[in-house]
């Protein structure tokens, strides 16, 4: 039998608007979907890379999507100092062929969503909270995905939308901005219905 000859593992890095965050991006799948690590209980149960990027004392947090990585720093080191440890890290990670995120992981979090899900759809709010998610999936989401980041739907509640921010977004300045001159600007011209965007932390 021959051995396949893998290629090599590409890496670069992209800049986020979040001076925290930084964006490696791979030339290899890391895991489908989203992942968000922010405390290291859950990434230790269920992400063995982000828990040995987390055991670095200048790493935060750890964001999964498809072939990139999102990591945001502790404030007190530059990136001068970490940004080239860091991607040797995650390259020589992704050639050992290391596990980034266990199996059974987008389950549990389809679960915990769930819960969330099955109240925000109900009542008279039902149809335009539903019509916002949408929204924001079809025309929020890619452009926030391009910096590092995500957003998630999480309720409408008497004209106020509530929705949280992952990656590079999490505790980024610039995405206050942008939730309240883009996000709450074009949800308000779509659904007459929405007063204001509101940042939930988890």
Same mark, same amino acid.
């Given at each position: 039998?021959?051995?396949?000859?893998?290629? $090599?593992?590409?890496?670069?890095?992209?800049?986020? &608007?979040? $001076?925290?965050?930084?964006?490696?991006?791979?030339?290899?799948?890391?895991?489908?979907?989203?992942?968000? /690590?922010?405390?290291?209980?859950?990434?230790?149960?269920?992400? $063995?890379?982000?828990?040995?990027?987390?055991?670095? &004392?200048?790493?935060?947090?750890?964001?999964?999507?498809?072939?990139?990585?999102?990591?945001?720093?502790?404030?007190?080191?530059?990136? +001068?100092?970490?940004?080239?440890?860091?991607?040797?890290?995650?390259?020589?990670?992704?050639?050992?062929?290391?596990?980034?995120?266990?199996?059974? /992981?987008?389950?549990?979090?389809?679960?915990?969503?769930?819960?969330?899900?099955?109240?925000?759809?109900?009542?008279?709010?039902?149809?335009?909270?539903?019509?916002?998610?949408?929204?924001?999936?079809?025309?929020?989401? &890619?452009?926030?995905?391009?910096?590092?980041?995500?957003?998630?739907?999480?309720?409408?509640?008497?004209?106020?939308?509530?929705? +949280?921010?992952?990656?590079?977004?999490?505790?980024? $300045?610039?995405?206050?901005?942008?939730?309240?001159?883009?996000?709450?600007?074009?949800?308000?011209?779509?659904?007459?219905?929405?007063?204001?965007?509101?940042?939930?932390?988890?």
């Amino acid at each position: 039998m021959e051995s396949v000859v893998k290629s $090599p593992v590409m890496l670069y890095t992209e800049q986020t &608007p979040n $001076p925290e965050a930084l964006k490696y991006v791979t030339n290899r799948l890391l895991y489908r979907g989203i992942a968000d /690590f922010r405390e290291k209980d859950l990434a230790s149960e269920w992400s $063995p890379m982000a828990n040995s990027l987390m055991e670095l &004392p200048y790493v935060k947090s750890v964001y999964f999507n498809n072939n990139y990585v999102t990591v945001t720093k502790e404030m007190n080191y530059d990136w +001068t100092e970490i940004m080239l440890k860091l991607k040797e890290y995650i390259k020589e990670y992704v050639e050992n062929d290391g596990e980034v995120v266990k199996e059974g /992981f987008a389950e549990f979090w389809d679960a915990q969503t769930a819960q969330s899900n099955a109240l925000q759809f109900s009542g008279e709010d039902g149809e335009i909270a539903r019509k916002v998610k949408e929204l924001i999936d079809m025309y929020v989401k &890619p452009a926030v995905e391009m910096d590092g980041g995500n957003i998630e739907f999480k309720a409408f509640d008497k004209g106020r939308v509530f929705v +949280t921010m992952q990656g590079s977004c999490s505790g980024c $300045p610039s995405s206050t901005v942008t939730l309240k001159a883009g996000i709450e600007g074009m949800l308000k011209r779509m659904v007459p219905e929405v007063s204001e965007v509101v940042q939930e932390m988890e």
